[in-house]
């Protein structure tokens, strides 16, 4: 990824202005071709700290500059040299930016190209510019006005790919003594990904999907900076070693490693529907990707966190909703979530929500709240989208990313409480009811029974006639000892009483007898 700018300047009197910037590799000499024949009526500046080699398929209407202090031979196809004016040394990018700037009143382009093999000017297309020159890395987007045809070296990227059933392990090594600063990565999903370079290297992950990341530099991850001290060498055996007992896998995917001394680079790890996996590096990168956190939040009815609540189920005012505020998992890369403020939106109403922060004890546990919705009990409409501010923290909070929205929708029922205060009673109600009553009364009469066996109960029978009369049945200790006793005459008849009286006489004439 090579520096460079993109305007829409052009001249008072109708020229552009365009700068080269030839880079060389060591040890490498290549004839670069280019081609001004189709190019509008321009300045073009070169500059270079090697020598260069160009053949020139030149056109009138362009005047050629080369830099003081730079070496340029040019070879014309129908013969003879070109006579290019010299413009004054500069010793950087931004002495030569403004010398033409100051000469020709502004700069359409600045290209920057390592080896090239073929340079053509293809015209300036309808894209909307800036007005002034700014260097940064260069996108494919810009690349209308010049389109480069660069040489490859075989050493730049040496990579071998194994095909396997697990889950992908892909590593890229980028040694200490190359001097990439800055790596823009394009992954594919579902992926786990050891990212190894020098000191100062930042990688930018572009559109991570699902991706587990370990690394020993700083990693940009949707415009959020992560700073990782994992100390990973360089020797490819080590790294092998390391990684497979990390993952507790048995083999890597992919390994790459770059050898390319430029600021910028772009690498793209490619599996294709054949299973096949490239890996690719360009000097020249995408337009920026979204900056969205991935983030979800989902409802459940419960306090376990079980029952996750169906977006088409109503929930009563009166009643608590658990929420569970959840982000994408990027290997050993430790995120928190900090939740700022939460509320309900059904247009045009907007109420603030209050919410409790629940606990929660499992590993890389999400971010779990809980709402009370009895403030909407009055309100008319039942449809109602909670949403939180929300943050991704790393380190203790130190590092957080922008504040973004998460959201979901759910229905709303009021609490109505019953007028009628009588209970009502169901099947399963009334059956207990009749089988308690039944067991009190088996109770009490058993109860009742075991008093009289132990106790004992005085009954009373009698029987009145005119010739006789019952006596008391006694009941004594035991429950069967009922003695009935035969009944006795209390008012005998006279004659009954006439032989009573004679036995009485004469027994009791008898003692004196007797005692005589």
């Known amino acids: 990824m090579s520096l460079g700018c993109w305007t829409n300047f052009t001249s008072q009197d109708g020229k552009e202005v365009h700068i080269l910037k030839l880079l060389s590799s060591p040890g490498k000499q290549v004839m670069s071709e280019l081609f001004l024949t189709a190019a509008s009526p321009s300045a073009v500046i070169i500059t270079s700290s090697s020598t260069q080699n160009i053949l020139l398929h030149e056109n009138p209407a ?25 413009a004054p040394f500069a010793d950087s990018d931004s002495e030569v930016l403004k010398w033409a700037a ?19 000017f293809t015209g300036m297309k309808g894209a909307q510019r800036p007005s002034t020159c700014a260097l940064q890395p260069e996108t494919p987007v810009d690349k209308q006005v010049i389109d480069l045809k660069l040489t490859r070296s075989s050493d730049e990227l040496k990579s071998c790919y194994t095909k396997h059933s697990e889950e992908p392990l ?11 600063r800055n790596v823009s990565l394009h992954l594919p999903s579902k992926s786990k990904v050891i990212l190894r370079g020098p000191a100062g290297t930042e990688w930018t992950i572009n559109d991570p999907k699902d991706v587990q990341l370990i690394s020993n530099n700083r990693i940009v991850l949707n415009g959020f900076a992560l700073d990782k001290n994992r100390m990973i060498s360089d020797d490819p055996r080590e790294i092998r070693q390391n990684v497979l007992l990390y ?12 050898h390319l001394n430029v600021p910028h680079i772009q690498l793209w790890i490619r599996d294709s529907m054949s299973s096949s996996v490239s890996a690719e590096v360009e000097h020249t990168t995408p337009a920026p990707s979204s900056s969205s956190v991935p983030l979800q939040m989902e409802l459940f009815s419960s306090p376990d966190y079980r029952l996750p609540l169906d977006p088409s189920s109503k929930v009563q005012s009166d009643k608590r909703v658990y929420a569970e505020i959840s982000s994408e998992s990027y290997g050993d890369i430790s995120l928190s979530i900090k939740v700022s403020s939460c509320w309900v939106r059904s247009m045009p109403v907007v109420r603030k929500m209050p919410f409790k922060e629940e606990a929660c004890y499992t590993e890389d546990c999400p971010k779990r709240l809980s709402f009370s919705f009895e403030m909407l009990q009055d309100l008319p409409s039942s449809s109602w989208d909670l949403e939180c501010a929300v943050k991704l923290c790393h380190d203790s909070k130190k590092f957080c990313t922008n504040e973004t929205q998460v959201k979901r929708s759910l229905q709303i029922n009021p609490y109505i409480p019953n007028p009628n205060p009588c209970f009502e009673f169901g099947l399963s109600a009334v059956l207990g009811i009749a089988f308690g009553g039944f067991l009190i009364g088996v109770l009490l009469t058993g109860a009742l029974w075991f008093i009289k066996i132990r106790t004992g109960h005085p009954v009373a029978l009698g029987m009145r006639s005119t ?29 009954e009483n006439s032989s009573a009286n004679a036995s009485i006489g004469s027994t009791q004439s008898t003692p004196t007898s007797s005692m005589a």
């Open 247 to 258: 993952y507790n896998s048995t083999s890597i995917t992919s390994y790459s490693e770059i």
């Open 102 to 120: 100051e000469t020709f009143g502004g700069v359409t382009s600045f290209t920057t190209a390592r080896d090239p093999m073929k340079i053509t």
């Open 467 to 495: 010739a006789a009369e019952l006596s008391v049945l006694s009941i004594s200790g035991c429950p069967c000892g009922l003695t009935k006793r035969q009944p006795v005459p209390t008012h005998p008849s006279p004659s």
């Open 62 to 86: 362009v005047n050629i500059y080369v830099t003081n202090g730079t070496s340029i031979r040019f070879f014309v196809p129908t013969g003879g040299s070109p006579q290019p004016q010299i």
């Open 170 to 180: 892909h590593v890229i090594n980028i040694p200490d003594d190359v001097k990439i």
